[in-house]
């Protein structure tokens, strides 16, 4: 079964700094991966994803992340931070579960924006 | 579109007592799902559907209950609710499979158990 592992449980950047958010997953067969942002009292939303072809995704706000298979990471990166980019940030990989497929979600990581 | 609503937004119960979380999605989707939330652990998957009359278990069923008699909707039962039930529960939703589309989320609903 897959795994997913976001080191930094809380990341903290100043405004305009670069936003690097890191993901790593356990399979060796390359996955479909997301990445979520949850905003303040908030559901998730989706911010990219990768499924197949070009290995750099760019998503909303900004944001891109880079799919390295040989590393089997899915890094999730912003040049420079807004204090609106502050929420909680999850990484999460699909995985086939007995006959169907399912996300499978990482712990989270809070990005604080200091001005 | 309302996206995915879900009613109760807070709540508290006692040890004991049941409850029903509301969870409604007006785009048609045939894929639901309800998660919960603990802080530090991420998303967990309590159960989904596939479509109408049909559900599944995910990850940590124990102590839930669901029902899918409409597309729309998809209710979360909690029967003798614990205190280990204290979490955020989501509810989404999704036109195909979770692993390969974007889900959408409600906004969830706050549950503790004293």
């Known amino acids: 079964a897959q795994s997913v592992t976001q080191l930094g449980s809380h990341v903290s950047v100043s405004e305009g700094a670069l936003v690097l958010l890191r993901c790593n997953y356990s399979?060796?067969?390359?996955?479909?991966l997301f990445w979520y942002v949850q905003y303040p009292n908030q559901g998730l939303q989706l911010l990219l994803k990768?499924?197949?072809?070009?290995?750099l995704v760019k998503g909303i706000n900004g944001f891109e992340a880079e799919f390295k298979k040989s590393e089997t990471s899915f890094h999730l990166t912003k040049p420079s931070a807004h204090m609106s980019d502050a929420a909680e940030y999850f990484c999460?990989?699909?995985?086939?579960?007995?006959?169907?497929?399912?996300?499978?979600f990482g712990s989270g990581t809070r990005l604080l924006v200091r001005p | 579109n309302a996206g995915v609503t879900q009613t109760p937004k807070f709540r508290i119960l006692k040890i004991g007592q049941s409850m029903t979380l509301q969870c409604t999605q007006d785009?048609?989707?045939?894929?639901m799902y309800w998660y919960r939330q603990d802080p530090g652990m991420g998303l967990k998957l309590i159960y989904y559907?596939?479509?109408?009359?049909?559900?599944d278990k995910g990850e940590v069923p124990n102590g839930y209950n669901v029902s899918r008699s409409t597309t729309e909707d998809f209710p979360l039962r909690l029967e003798l609710a614990a205190p280990s039930q204290t979490s955020v529960y989501f509810c989404?939703?999704?036109?195909?499979?979770?692993?390969?589309?974007?889900?959408?989320f409600g906004p969830g609903t706050r549950l503790t158990v004293l």
């Open positions: 989404a939703s999704s036109l195909g499979l979770a692993g390969f589309n974007e889900q959408f």
């Open positions: 399979s060796s067969v390359p996955p479909y």
């Open positions: 990768y499924t197949t072809g070009a290995t």
């Open positions: 999460a990989v699909s995985d086939r579960v007995d006959s169907s497929y399912k996300l499978i």
């Open positions: 785009m048609n989707h045939n894929y």
């Open positions: 559907s596939v479509g109408a009359g049909i559900t």
